[in-house]
Structures are given as structure tokens and as C-alpha cells.
């Protein structure tokens, strides 16, 4: 099934069994109300089982201990996660740092703060998105979390927030890599078999600077809070330059 207020997205490639042009809210309206009228089972038992297996999938990386170094973008999402709540919009731009939040920060549903990539799981779309978030909500605190593939994408978008003053805080986690091919070539091929994925090391605290921005260079993630913090006080985007390994949670089975 798939619902969308855009007629021309119902049918992407695969044919769904049902498609409705609706908006979420009204569709799923609709479908409860149909549901409730014909004494449809709310299928409990499904819903837990699903959820239970949901947790027996990520547990073999959000249960186990994680160690102090090397830095990864796993101590990058453990970092942030106190400072997630309804105040703040937070924004997931792909790439390993990408499938550590969905992995370690997924529960039985997403807070309708999240914003992530699209069906289509493009990257690049992080740093306007961010720009576009606190235009639609000026009141409140808006966070990127980013890779530095990603961050790279769109970086002049910078100067669009600041020539509209619009703050937020974006932090790159910068394994100077496009880390997810770099893991699977490095699992499927080994070593020798990384190629054409690595990138110079991109000072993007330093580039923030030159357009104008606030830019920070942190080493280790645990001053990640009071950054943050102190950048949702700044009236300009802060741009937290993270250097971290190359690791993605599938790099580590």
C-alpha cells in the first residue's frame, strides 16, 4: 500500500497492491474508519511480534558495550541522543552515521520531529533541509546530523542561511571516507580491496568560517552536548567538525 498527497509518486517502479491519493493524516483516517466499520482484528499479536523482532535485530549492536577508541559515529549518536526531544527538529542525512541513528535511535516509532532521506535514500539533501526547517519553525532548535560525503553535497547552501539568518547546528561526522562502500568493499574484498572511496581530510569547521559561519573542531564526542547547546544559542549556523574511523554498524557483524 502506498499513500501520498503526490499523484505522480503512487507508482515508483513497483505497483502497489493499493495506491491512495491522500494526504498520511487522511489516509490513515480513512483506513481506520473503514477498519473500526467492518470489526477488523487490530492484530495485537502481529504488532508485538514485530516489535520484538525489530529489537532482536538491533540488539546485537545497541546491547553490547561499544569501546572508548576508536571514535565512531555509534559514540556520535550515544552523544547526541539526551539533547532529542520536541524542542528540537532533527534532521539524519545518510551514510554510515546514517544507519547508526536509525539503528541505535529507532523505537516502535519515529517522533514526528524526525526528518530523514526519502524513499529514493538520497544524501545531500541534509544541509538545505536543515535551512528549510527553521524557515517552517523559527521557534525551534533544528539539528543535522551528517556524514562528511553528505555534508560536501551542498555545502554552499551555507550562504543561503546566512544571507536569511537562519540558525541551526549541523554536526559532520568526518571519517574522510565514503564510509558505506568503504566498508563493504573492506568486508567483501579486504583491505586491499578499498578503492576510489577514500577523500582528503576536509576541515568543514574551517569552510563554515570562510562563509561566514560558526565553526567548531571537536576530537572527542562527548563534548558534543555543550556545542550543541551553545550553538542553538548562536544566531548563525554552527558547523561541529567530528573526525571519527571508518565503521558503519555492518562493517562490525
Same mark, same amino acid.
Given at each position: 500500500?502506498?499513500?501520498? @498527497?503526490? +499523484?505522480?509518486?503512487?507508482?515508483?517502479?513497483?505497483?502497489?497492491?493499493?495506491?491512495?491519493?491522500? $494526504?498520511?493524516?487522511?489516509?490513515?483516517?480513512?483506513? $481506520?474508519?473503514?477498519?473500526?466499520?467492518?470489526?477488523?482484528?487490530?492484530?495485537?499479536?502481529?504488532?508485538?511480534?514485530?516489535?520484538?523482532?525489530?529489537?532482536?535485530?538491533? $540488539?546485537?549492536?545497541?546491547?553490547?558495550?561499544?569501546?572508548?577508541? +576508536?571514535?565512531?559515529?555509534?559514540?556520535?549518536?550515544?552523544?547526541?541522543? +539526551?539533547?532529542?526531544?520536541?524542542?528540537?527538529?532533527?534532521?539524519?542525512?545518510?551514510?554510515?552515521?546514517?544507519?547508526?541513528?536509525?539503528?541505535?535511535?529507532?523505537?516502535?516509532?519515529?517522533?514526528?520531529?524526525?526528518?530523514?532521506?526519502?524513499?529514493?535514500?538520497?544524501?545531500?539533501?541534509?544541509?538545505?533541509?536543515?535551512?528549510?526547517?527553521?524557515?517552517?519553525?523559527?521557534?525551534?532548535?533544528?539539528?543535522?546530523? $551528517?556524514?562528511?560525503? @553528505?555534508?560536501?553535497?551542498?555545502?554552499?547552501?551555507?550562504?543561503?542561511?546566512?544571507?536569511?539568518?537562519?540558525?541551526?547546528?549541523?554536526?559532520?561526522?568526518?571519517?574522510?571516507?565514503?564510509?558505506?562502500?568503504?566498508?563493504?568493499?573492506?568486508?567483501?574484498?579486504?583491505?586491499?580491496?578499498?578503492?576510489?572511496?577514500?577523500?582528503?581530510?576536509?576541515?568543514?569547521?574551517?569552510?563554515?568560517?570562510?562563509?561566514?559561519?560558526?565553526?567548531?573542531?571537536?576530537?572527542?564526542?562527548?563534548?558534543?552536548?555543550?556545542?550543541?547547546?551553545?550553538?542553538? @544559542?548562536?544566531?548563525?549556523?554552527?558547523?561541529?567538525?567530528?573526525?571519527?574511523?571508518?565503521?558503519? +554498524?555492518?562493517?562490525?557483524?
Amino acid at each position: 500500500m502506498h499513500i501520498d @498527497s503526490d +499523484p505522480s509518486q503512487l507508482i515508483q517502479g513497483i505497483e502497489p497492491d493499493l495506491a491512495l491519493h491522500a $494526504s498520511l493524516t487522511q489516509g490513515f483516517r480513512q483506513i $481506520s474508519e473503514q477498519f473500526e466499520r467492518i470489526g477488523g482484528s487490530p492484530h495485537i499479536k502481529w504488532i508485538e511480534e514485530a516489535r520484538k523482532r525489530s529489537r532482536q535485530f538491533r $540488539s546485537r549492536w545497541i546491547e553490547e558495550p561499544i569501546a572508548s577508541t +576508536p571514535k565512531i559515529g555509534r559514540h556520535i549518536v550515544d552523544a547526541i541522543r +539526551p539533547l532529542l526531544n520536541e524542542d528540537v527538529v532533527f534532521l539524519i542525512d545518510g551514510g554510515n552515521i546514517g544507519q547508526w541513528a536509525h539503528i541505535v535511535l529507532a523505537s516502535d516509532k519515529y517522533p514526528s520531529f524526525w526528518l530523514t532521506c526519502g524513499i529514493s535514500g538520497v544524501v545531500g539533501w541534509g544541509l538545505p533541509g536543515a535551512i528549510a526547517a527553521k524557515f517552517t519553525f523559527p521557534n525551534k532548535r533544528v539539528l543535522l546530523l $551528517s556524514g562528511d560525503g @553528505s555534508f560536501g553535497f551542498t555545502i554552499t547552501e551555507l550562504e543561503v542561511a546566512l544571507r536569511y539568518k537562519l540558525p541551526f547546528v549541523a554536526v559532520v561526522a568526518n571519517d574522510a571516507c565514503w564510509g558505506i562502500a568503504a566498508c563493504f568493499q573492506r568486508k567483501f574484498l579486504g583491505a586491499e580491496g578499498v578503492i576510489a572511496t577514500q577523500t582528503s581530510e576536509i576541515r568543514f569547521d574551517k569552510v563554515a568560517e570562510a562563509f561566514g559561519a560558526k565553526g567548531v573542531q571537536i576530537e572527542d564526542p562527548s563534548e558534543l552536548q555543550s556545542v550543541i547547546l551553545e550553538g542553538f @544559542s548562536s544566531q548563525r549556523p554552527t558547523i561541529v567538525n567530528v573526525p571519527i574511523s571508518i565503521a558503519g +554498524p555492518y562493517s562490525l557483524d
